[in-house]
């Protein structure tokens, strides 16, 4: 899948991240962008240019961040009809009619898969999700594993010293396509510096499904 390239986008005097221009780069052409767990806004803000973006919907569940956000657009994009700022959890989220775009980052893996279950039945073949989980990214992999959504797009990064996957899924009429471990992740240079991370990393642990996953890192090198 062929990422759309773009610049940095800026917003104020804050550029967008290595992490979130990552994200951003997966945006293709969708009328609506959703960003879930918005924080600071910078991702969903980074849009706000983009002529085919009729609707920016940031979303955090967290009332300091909302405060902090509707003040910023209050003193920076007030006229601006494409902004919403939704206080609410992913998990509540009612989608657009139009094309979704839907970025989930800077949280769990559970959490991002509490909201990929309210989300499924919503998606039309025209959304994307593109999700990027901090923690517990075997178990939502297993989850989408076990849901009608395919694999459109992998990818692993490192910032600041932490490894993060990106993984862009869209709607399918069967389950199973999503590979459990991922599979051009581990192609890339930064790629193979994350497996012997997670050699490292999963070593630690001896229950069943870590212990599966740590065959399979070493089964790349065979």
Known sequence: MAKITTNSSRVGDSSLSL???????????????????????????????????????????????????????????????????????????????????????????????????????????????????????????????SKNLALLDEEVLREDGQFYQIIVLAKSEKSGQIPLYGEKLWASETGKEYRNHQLKHFDLHQDVASRQYLSFLKSLNS
């Open 19 to 145: 992490r979130l221009n990552s994200l951003h780069q997966y945006y293709q052409n969708e009328a609506s962008i959703w960003d879930i767990g918005c924080d600071h806004g910078l991702l969903g803000l980074s849009f706000l240019n983009y002529e085919q973006v009729q609707r920016i919907n940031l979303v955090d569940p967290a009332a300091p961040v909302i405060e902090t956000l509707r003040n910023k657009i209050k003193a920076t994009y007030i006229s601006n009809p494409k902004l919403f700022i939704h206080h609410l959890p992913g998990q509540e989220i009612k989608l657009d009619p139009n094309s979704n775009c839907i970025f989930i980052a800077g949280m769990g893996g559970k959490e991002i898969g509490e909201i990929i279950l309210n989300l499924i039945p919503q998606l039309s073949s025209n959304d994307r999700l593109v999700i990027s989980p901090h923690r517990k990214i075997l178990e939502l992999r297993e989850l989408l594993h």
